[in-house]
Every structure is written in structure tokens, then in C-alpha cells.
């Protein structure tokens, strides 16, 4: 059985939805349909949250009534029969009447996360009752009955395995079940979810529970390209990756993939392929655990938003454990290290998460020097870096000769070189590594 997970956009307009209609209906086969929320609902969802938390009832009324009319139009255009149109009406005016009550009451974490669940609740929901309109065999399975998390907010892998495999046993006449992305319920038993843009990591969770062949992302792009479209002209996609260059193009900025979501793939070596709603026949991007041979240098990503903090001490030059105790402070803080440089008297790292920077500033402060650097962007470099090859740094610096590199990490792994940058220069320094990496040798 296959996992089919349709984004935002591609199921952010009645057309669309009857696009994906059709796209999951081109052969009898069984498989399970994953849907995000329409494209926008999530974002208003939380501008909803944030009215509602700070008790400004007007501005979450009138945020929820803006909401509610965009699906009434939705319908409008979704169903061609009466029937149609008012189940959809029923389901739009029942989440809705649930959203609303949740004005002017005290709002916690919990009402939160029941809040954002609506978008993809109302989705599937808006989507099986057009299934049913045009008669497909399709059951709406919801994901908050299978998808668990633990205390540490990790998906629990071997629950969705067991009520996955149950529920498609006991109905073997059904074709396509259907379920939400995003949503699960935590160890209280309350709504949760797998954080922003987390629906793929739910279909690459269904698809290990369920040993599925193969896990498809759609989207609206033909899949990872070698470098941000936005800024870089003449982006190709990539038509191979493995599990780990994905991942760290997923987490070092491609927009397209959820950085979590490729690792319950990998783990059973489930095929991940990324495809587009607007150019089915496109073979996008797949992702397997096979390094492909030949292009070297595969693809470059940026993540903003970076802090370096530089760490001076003499006490470091032959001395052991001066890493330890750095490393304790940052975990102390529950604060990701992203990369890491050092010296013999100096250490520089980067994280992403500000959210800690004075306390971790104050508790290096006790044993060393800091300087903290903020504005800056990691880009990361990806491809099958053999470290016995040669050449390969030097074409990235000579690429990114009038840019000044404030950091440069390499040899943490064959499949990855970092270099930091102010955000300042970033838009010159991935043209300049498009030019100086992938043109004209390697025009698609
Ligand atoms: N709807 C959620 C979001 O916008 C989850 C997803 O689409 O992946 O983050
Ligand atoms: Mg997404």
C-alpha cells in the first residue's frame, strides 16, 4: 500500500481538491490519502489563538467570521449536488460553532492545540463528503485514533503500527482511507501535534507503521531543486537523494520537506518520493537509502535566523573537558547546537533558538570569553563528498571569493559542507555557488 500526502496548496481550492480526486482515483490500488489543512488555515488558525489568548473577542470574531465565509465559498465550488453542499455546509458550521466557543474562555496550551487541529479536521472532512459525492470507496480514518506522542513529544511509533494495522484489516473492502497530517494526541490523551508543517512527517510515520512501498509527497513544485528558487535562477530539481542529504537540505531550509519526516521512512527503507499535484507526470525528487553515483555536488539550502556564539578560553588550550562543560549549558537550555568549529583556544558554534541566548550567555560567561554574532545564515552545501576527492572545497571557495565566510564546517559527514555567512550577503553568496557549482556543466 502506498501513502499519498497532498500540501496545503494542494488542496487549497475546490479545483485542487478535485485534482487530488483524480489524482488518487488513477488506479484501484489501496492506499492511504494524507491531507494537510487548506493553504492559509493553519496561519489563520493562529492569528485566531493569539486574539482569542489575548481576550480580544471582536478581533477573534471577526478573524473567525473571514475564516468561515472563504469555506462557504470553498463549498460552493467543491460540490456540484445539493446533498453535497449541505453535508459541507454542516461540517464547516459545526467546526466553526466549536472554534467559536472557544472565544472568551480561558485559553490554555490545550485549547490551543485543539484550535489549530481544525484545519486539517475540516479538510478531510470537506474532501471524504466529496469522495462520497462521486461515489469513490474511501473511509475517513481519524489520525487522532492512531497518531500518539510520548512525554518528550515523540511520535510512538508502534501504537500507529498496531491501530493502523487493525483498522485496515477490519475494513478489506474499503480502497482509500483517508486521514489528517499534523494531528495526534499526546500522553494526556488531548489533541496535539507534530508542530508546523508536520504533515509530512505524519505520512512518513504511516508509511513505516505500515510498511508501505512506497510514501508520495505532493506538492506544488516538481520536487527538491538544487538550490531556493526564490532566489536563484535556473534551479533544477534533483531527481535522487538519499535519506540523509535530504535530511539535511530539510533542515538547512528546503521548504519542501519537513526536516523530521524522512527518518521513519529510513528506517524501513521506505521510498519517499516528492512529486507535483500541478505536473503529475513530472518525476520529481525521490528519496531512497542509496547514494546515486556521478554528481558530486547535489544541492545547496539556507536557514536564516542563525546566532554564532564564539567561546574563548586559555584554560582550553591540552586541557580535557572544557567541551563538556560548554555542551552541558547548551543542554541545560535544551538549545540545539547546529554547527560547530573549534581551535585550540577557541570554539565558535551556531544555534537557531533564541530563546535561551542570555541565560546560556551568562553560564558560559562563568568559565570563558563570549562573543555572541547574530543575523547570520547557515548555507549548506550537499552531495556525495568522497573525502579522499579532491577539489571540492576549493570550488566552494572560489565560488564565494568576494563574500566574506564566517564560519566553515566540513568533514562532519561525507554529505555536507556548511559555511556562515551575514543574512546580509546570503542572496549573493547561493548565486555565486549556483554559478560556481552547478553551470554550465550541468544544465537540465
Ligand atoms: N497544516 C499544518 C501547517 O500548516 C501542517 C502541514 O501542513 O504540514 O503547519
Ligand atoms: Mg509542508
Known amino acids: 500500500m502506498k501513502v499519498l500526502k497532498f500540501g496545503g496548496t494542494s488542496v487549497g481550492k475546490p479545483e485542487r481538491m478535485h485534482a487530488v480526486a483524480r489524482l488518487i482515483t488513477r488506479d484501484s490500488e489501496r492506499k492511504v490519502v494524507v491531507l494537510s489543512a487548506v493553504s492559509g488555515t493553519t496561519n489563520s488558525l493562529i492569528e485566531i489563538g493569539d486574539l482569542i489568548s489575548k481576550a480580544d473577542k471582536a478581533g477573534a470574531n471577526a478573524a473567525i467570521d473571514r475564516l468561515q465565509e472563504s469555506y462557504k465559498t470553498f463549498i460552493g465550488a467543491l460540490y456540484s449536488t445539493p446533498e453535497g453542499r449541505e453535508k459541507g455546509e454542516k461540517v464547516v458550521k459545526e467546526h ?63 501504537y500507529t503500527e498496531q491501530k493502523l494495522h487493525e483498522a485496515i484489516a477490519s475494513n478489506p473492502g474499503v480502497v482509500i482511507f483517508l486521514t489528517q497530517g499534523y494531528i495526534c494526541r499526546n500522553v494526556h490523551n488531548e489533541v496535539d501535534n507534530l508542530k508546523r508543517g508536520g504533515s509530512d512527517y505524519s505520512a512518513s510515520l504511516i508509511g513505516a507503521a505500515i510498511r508501505s512501498e512506497e510514501v508520495q509527497i505532493w506538492t506544488d513544485i516538481d520536487g527538491m531543486h538544487n538550490n531556493d528558487p526564490r532566489i536563484v535562477k535556473n534551479t533544477f530539481p534533483i531527481a535522487e537523494l538519499s535519506f540523509d542529504e535530504a535530511a539535511e537540505l530539510a533542515y ?24 507535483n499535484t500541478m505536473q503529475p507526470e513530472a518525476r520529481g525528487t525521490l528519496i531512497t537509502n542509496h547514494t546515486s553515483e556521478g554528481m558530486d555536488i547535489k544541492a545547496i539550502a539556507a536557514k536564516d535566523g542563525i546566532i554564532a556564539i564564539r567561546i574563548k578560553s586559555g584554560r582550553m588550550l591540552l586541557a580535557y573537558g572544557f567541551l563538556r562543560r560548554v555542551f552541558e549549558v547548551f543542554e541545560r537550555y535544551k538549545t540545539p547546537i547546529d554547527v560547530i568549529t573549534t581551535s585550540e583556544v577557541a570554539v565558535s558554534l551556531t544555534i537557531d533558538n533564541p530563546s535561551n541566548l542570555e541565560a546560556i550567555v551568562r553560564e558560559l560567561k562563568d568559565f570563558c570569553r563570549v562573543e555572541v554574532d547574530k543575523d547570520l545564515t547557515i548555507i549548506c552545501i550537499v552531495g556525495n563528498f568522497d573525502l579522499d576527492k579532491r577539489g571540492i572545497i576549493n570550488r566552494v571557495f572560489n565560488s564565494l571569493k568576494d563574500i566574506p565566510v564566517r564560519m566553515i564546517s566540513y568533514g562532519g559527514s561525507t554529505h555536507n559542507i556548511s559555511v556562515l555567512v551575514v543574512t546580509e550577503n546570503k542572496n549573493k553568496a547561493l548565486n555565486a555557488l549556483n554559478e560556481g557549482l552547478f553551470q554550465p556543466a550541468e544544465v537540465h
Open 96 to 158: 466553526f460553532d466549536f472554534i467559536r466557543s472557544l472565544v472568551g474562555k480561558p485559553y490554555t496550551v490545550k485549547e490551543s492545540k485543539e484550535l489549530v487541529a481544525e484545519g486539517e479536521l475540516i479538510s478531510t472532512q470537506l474532501f471524504i463528503t466529496y469522495l462520497n459525492e462521486i461515489r469513490v470507496n474511501a473511509l475517513l480514518l481519524s489520525a487522532l485514533d492512531f497518531m500518539r506522542i510520548d512525554e518528550d513529544d515523540e511520535p510512538v511509533l508502534e
Open 252 to 275: 538547512f531550509g528546503a521548504k519542501i520537506l519537513h526536516p523530521s519526516s524522512v527518518r521513519p521512512a529510513q528506517k524501513y527503507s521506505i521510498p519517499v518520493r516528492l512529486l
